[in-house]
T-cell receptor, first 112, second 113 residues
Framework: EAQVTQNPRYLITVTGKKLTVTCSQN?????MSWYRQDPGLGLRQIYY???????DKGDVPEGYKVSRKEKRNFPLILESPSPNQTSLYFC???????????FGPGTRLTVL | KQEVTQIPAALSVPEGENLVLNCSFT??????LQWFRQDPGKGLTSLLL?????REQTSGRLNASLDKSSGRSTLYIAASQPGDSATYLC????????????FGAGTQVVVTP
């Protein structure tokens, strides 16, 4: 089944404790992207990647890191999480930028 | 900077009525526009993708139009059903940067039996 998977689905952590949210797709897509969704602010793009080793900032990249060492994986790294990074995070992928995006199920992160 | 607006923020209609959802964007230089559906606590499901060169797309009871020059897209859902209750989001792929997407805040739809 073609899909985008994210792990973990739920995470509660404390300020400053490094964490990684994994994203993997099995559709051989070149493009992958991370978003956060907050009430009243909607979905905002954090980082995106056009292909392996090619990443760029979205609208809200501060406090996040990404890497794209393999085509199928695009992990989101929070080096020192803070409470304002409490949010619902989505990973998405598409074959090319012009094609439709497929979204993962989301990761709900709480930073205490 | 591109801004995407969806009005109304919420909508309630009786079953069987047609739904009309609006999406407007400030910069007409876009690559495409995509409509999504989001159920509470769930991810986004793609409904329709319209390329910048297209005027409309159809899938079953769904029809989406795009008027780039006026910065508007409309999603029509015919003969609504309670199962259509969800939040509907539109997103534009920005013309200034191919990789960047801008989302609207969404329209929350409730279809009452």
């Amino acid at each position: 089944e073609a899909q985008v998977t994210q792990n973990p689905r739920y995470l509660i952590t404390v300020t400053g404790k490094k964490l990684t949210v994994t994203c993997s797709q099995n559709m051989n897509h070149e493009y992958m992207s991370w978003y956060r969704q907050d009430p009243g602010l909607g979905l905002r793009q954090i980082y995106y990647s056009m292909n392996v080793e090619v990443t760029d900032k979205g609208d809200v990249p501060e406090g996040y890191k990404v890497s794209r060492k393999e085509k199928r994986n695009f992990p989101l790294i929070l080096e020192s999480p803070s409470p304002n990074q409490t949010s619902l995070y989505f990973c998405a992928s598409s074959a090319q930028g012009d094609n439709e995006q497929f979204f993962g199920p989301g990761t709900r992160l709480t930073v205490l | 900077k591109q801004e995407v607006t969806q009005i109304p923020a919420a909508l309630s209609v009786p079953e069987g009525e047609n739904l009309v959802l609006n999406c407007s964007f400030t910069d007409s230089a876009i690559y495409n526009l995509q409509w999504f559906r989001q159920d509470p606590g769930k991810g986004l499901t793609s409904l329709l993708l319209i390329q910048s060169s297209q005027r409309e797309q159809t899938s079953g009871r769904l029809n989406a139009s795009l008027d780039k020059s006026s910065g508007r897209s409309t999603l029509y859902i015919a003969a609504s059903q309670p199962g259509d209750s969800a939040t509907y989001l539109c997103a534009v792929r920005r013309g200034d940067s191919w990789g960047k997407l801008q989302f609207g805040a969404g329209t929350q739809v409730v279809v009452t039996p």
